[in-house]
């Protein structure tokens, strides 16, 4: 374990992990503050800009949005055919919604457009908790998830009455905030415990009742990590391409929106070309994809199309093929890139740990550290805490950014936090020697045949390969 420094920021205690430059947007805040920690320089390498074990602690006021009630003014985002918006526009959305929903259950079908942008960030930064499905889900998915909550408020983008009506018939319109249309479904909503914040679906479960609850401390703590091991500031433009809906979309938006960065948002893909001329001329600085999307652009020879003011490239979401990943690390490594491996769960708002660029080679298939403000650890089947290297286990996250728990019913969201920080991942996983991290498989992947157990996971791998 190595140590770190650590700050006082308007009351929250900060550590930055082993190495790490503070983001130029913290800079002034954190200055006079620290008490430098003493490491090796192969324990900086290993932890690049993050090591697990520190703490951050969230106060009640989130801290999300200190840089837009500062910097009303600023840009927020671009959001293509010279539209822009501004920090200020999130403090008017969340006016409206508060006058109109109070605390209250918002059903908003997302869309990568500004008002749908707007409406959420405005939810969250007041009383109301959004649900996020995905706004191109079919009505006949989505009617049930609705029916089983039953919240008083719908929110979705304009063309989409004819969704809105099979939704919610008698649904009234109340308000807009741009494009996206807040109605009033005629249902009463759920009563909600004091610390939700936000409700997303389960990985892969679009239409699924099984909801993750999440608190405002929990959005902050995540939100601040990546902010720190990515080294992000005000000066970041990230192509913001990925749904929103879906936690590492959101994650994207959290940790820029902290940092006073301008989103380039866009429901456009890699495959069109006006993706490519958006991020050309908008300067785009960072992107963020998943593993279909990096071997869908290596198999077409894309990445030539990648701007050059491009320097961060990350990939959470599964697992990625190690030949692409180290043609990626090495392409990123020979252009003077940075190439992040990520690996997170929705239950942890949603990032857990990375690898850094500087052992993207080295480390290659790791998941390497836990993020700043967070512990990794593993368990045997008995519970027991591996220490050994070498030894597989299950994987257990400890941190501020670990779900409340999770809702299977309306009754559900009046829980409080069920899981105290503590998250069981259902991933197996060994530690080498120097304390970096290799995913093993899922618990509930493997097979026990002749006494033997066999991954099915790696099995996959191998024909893969």
């Known amino acids: ?40 320089d192969r324990q900086k390498s290993l932890a690049g800009e993050g090591k697990s074990g520190n703490t951050i602690e969230i106060g009640k006021i989130m ?42 259950l918002i059903f908003l079908l997302c869309r990568n457009t500004p008002g749908t942008l707007l409406t959420y960030l405005g939810a969250i930064k007041g009383p ?53 249309v807040l109605l009033r479904t005629g249902w009463e909503g759920p009563a909600l415990d004091e610390g939700l914040k936000l409700l997303l679906t389960t990985s892969g479960s679009t239409g699924s009742p099984k909801l993750v609850r999440l608190s405002a401390k929990n959005l902050d703590a995540n939100a601040l990590s990546i902010a720190q091991y990515l080294e992000i500031d005000r000066d970041e433009r990230p192509l913001a391409s990925l749904p929103m809906h879906y936690s590492y979309g959101m994650s994207v938006i959290h940790s820029h929106v902290l940092t006073g960065a301008a989103l380039l948002l866009t429901s456009r893909t890699v495959l069109e070309r006006e993706f490519w001329r958006f991020a050309e001329a908008e300067g785009a600085t960072s992107f963020a994809g998943v593993p279909y999307t990096y071997e869908m652009m290596d198999r077409l020879r ?9 320097r961060t490239l990350t990939k959470a979401g599964g697992h990625l093929r190690e030949d692409l990943q180290r043609r990626y690390a090495g392409w990123c490594r020979d252009t003077g890139r940075r190439f992040f491996v990520m690996y997170g769960q929705t239950e942890a708002s949603p990032r857990m740990s990375y690898l850094s660029p500087a052992l993207s080679l080295e480390k290659c298939g790791g998941i390497g550290c836990a993020v700043p403000g967070g512990r990794l650890s593993l368990i045997d089947e008995s519970g027991g805490e591996i220490t050994a290297a070498g030894r597989t286990g299950e994987l257990v996250y400890e941190g501020d950014n670990v779900c409340l728990g999770y809702a299977q019913t309306r009754e559900d969201l009046l829980r409080g936090d069920e899981n105290r920080g503590r998250l069981y991942t259902g991933d197996l996983a060994w530690r080498d020697a120097e304390g970096c991290y290799f995913l093993a498989g899922r618990k509930s992947r493997f097979l026990k045949l002749a006494g033997k157990r066999f991954s099915l996971d790696r099995l996959e791998q191998l024909l893969e390969e």
């Open 128 to 180: 109301a908790v959004p649900l996020l499905p995905d706004a191109a889900a079919p009505a006949e998915l989505l009617k049930p998830l609705a029916e089983r909550y039953r919240p008083a408020w719908l929110a979705l983008p304009e063309d989409l009455a004819a969704k809105a009506a099979a939704l919610c018939p008698a649904a009234e319109e109340r308000g807009r905030v741009r494009d996206c």
């Open 63 to 104: 801290k999300l949005f200190a840089f837009a009630n500062q910097n009303p003014e600023a840009i927020l985002a671009r959001c293509g055919a010279g539209e822009t918006l501004r920090y200020g526009e999130i403090g008017k959305a969340e006016a409206l919604l508060a006058r109109q929903t109070g605390r209250a």
């Open 1 to 40: 374990m190595c140590a770190a420094d650590t700050w006082e920021v308007d009351g929250l205690t900060h550590h930055r992990p082993c190495g790490a430059a503070v983001p130029r947007s913290l800079r002034a805040s954190f200055a006079g503050k620290h008490a430098p920690g003493m490491f090796s």
């Open 302 to 310: 894309m990445r030539e199309l990648f701007p050059d003011s491009l």
